[in-house]
């Protein structure tokens, strides 16, 4: 199944915040099943507690591409390896279709310097007090293996002296702390110990339940949200509007504009995919990391970890809630009115209504199309708020 926008964009759940546009990051299912037993000899007691039994979540991959199957992208910002942040960048870090232990391509670093082990780390999202079992295949000398930030207690990273020059699987354990939601998995050789490779990483345990569809907020008080979309006209005439009218924003592209003209309280830059592309026909794999990167790169520039992800063109499927959720992101956005390039279109009957999300773009219309928004809002008696004071 996937959603694409259309003439009335369907709340499929809660909802939750705004969408955001990108950091040079270009433009920036459940199924059941049941299982039915003979009725022969079980005794109703037995047949209750059976019956009453939580069901396990099934363990999966929670590592963002951890083949290192998914080809670099050209842009900056995405680095040299999909899905990782290696300390040294490209220099020293980079795919490689040399001798993979599996598919076409592993990690190969080349450290540069005497002081540096060429660490190479994700952000993986995991549930508070539960058990992962991480695991890779490494070559070369001194390779270490670990996840710090986020356990119940310190582990020892796997590592290993030599793999004498074949592969050799590393294999840790870990907690996570009661609370915490995101661990940092890492990878690296040691100093002045020479290049090391690495490939097929698995971070093993249940997964985040999917993220939640929505394109407005369930709400009875008198507000309406303004998000802002990709674009790469930032003009000072739509920063005096929302610094005017204290407007809470949702939006990034330049660091020092949009930490200004999201200054107002409720204000959230928020995560819109890194390069822009119809999710729908990526595998989920390529999903992951086109929501993961950009979470990193806003993360970085902005300190706080985004927590909604807008689909680009509103294009979504199973595969994206649930992609989207391994990012740490809550919900996926769309919206239920539009006032971009001049419009002024509302997806259902009436004036704009309580909780609604309106979709603008960082254009050079932006200012007036934030006017004739506020126009919109006041006729209908809403106010702008920010999100993420509904979020909790």
């Keep these: 199944m996937s959603t694409r926008m259309s003439p009335r964009p369907s709340a499929l759940g809660s909802g939750h915040l ?105 952000t993986v999202s995991v549930q508070p007090g539960t058990t992962y079992t991480a695991s890779a295949w490494v070559r070369g000398k001194f390779v270490f293996l670990g996840a710090t930030g986020g356990t119940d207690r310190p582990t020892a990273p796997a590592w290993t002296e030599s793999t004498n020059g ?8 870990f907690t996570a702390a009661p609370g915490a939601t995101t661990v940092k998995l890492s990878v690296h050789g040691w100093y002045q110990q020479g290049p090391f490779a690495v490939d097929d990483v698995r971070v093993d345990g249940p997964a985040p339940a999917p993220a939640t569809a929505a394109a407005s907020v369930p709400t009875s008080d008198k507000v309406v949200f303004f998000t802002v979309d990709d674009g790469w006209q930032t003009t000072p005439e739509a920063e005096q509007v929302i610094a005017a009218n204290k407007l809470p924003m949702a ?48 993360t970085r520039l902005f300190g706080t970890a985004p927590t909604v992800f807008r689909p680009p063109y509103f294009a979504w499927n199973a595969d994206t809630l649930q992609a989207a959720a391994n990012c740490g992101m809550r919900t996926v956005l769309t919206a239920d009115a539009d006032f971009s390039w001049g419009a002024s279109n509302i997806w259902h009957e009436g004036t704009l209504s309580p909780g609604d999300v309106v979709l603008m773009h960082w254009t050079d219309t932006l200012a007036d199309d934030l006017r ?18 509904y979020l909790r």
Excluded at 111 to 122: I, K, L, R
Excluded at 279 to 291: G, H, K, N, R
């Design 372 to 389: 004739r928004a506020l126009a919109a809002a006041e006729v209908a008696g809403l106010k702008p708020a920010g999100l993420a004071s």
């Design 166 to 173: 074949g592969w050799q699987k590393l294999t840790t354990r």
């Design 251 to 298: 939006a990034a592209n330049n660091p020092d504009y949009f930490r200004r003209v999201t200054a107002a309280p409720g204000s959230s830059i928020q995560d819109h995919s890194v390069s822009h592309t119809d999710l729908t026909t990526l595998s989920p794999a390529a999903q992951q990391v086109e929501i993961c990167d950009a979470r990193d790169s806003l």
């Design 18 to 122: 705004p969408a955001r546009l990108s950091t040079r990051l270009p433009a920036l299912t459940a199924s059941a099943a049941l299982l039915v037993a003979g009725l022969a000899a079980v005794p109703a007691h037995a047949a209750e507690a059976t019956a009453a039994a939580p069901t396990a979540a099934p363990t999966v991959n929670l590592a963002t591409n951890p083949g290192f199957e998914i080809p670099a992208s050209s842009l900056a910002d995405w680095g040299s390896v999909p899905g990782w942040r290696c300390s040294g960048g490209p220099a020293e870090a980079a795919l490689t279709t040399a001798a993979p232990h599996s598919g076409t391509s592993a990690l190969a670093v080349a450290p540069a310097g005497d002081e540096s082990t060429g660490e190479c780390v994700q």
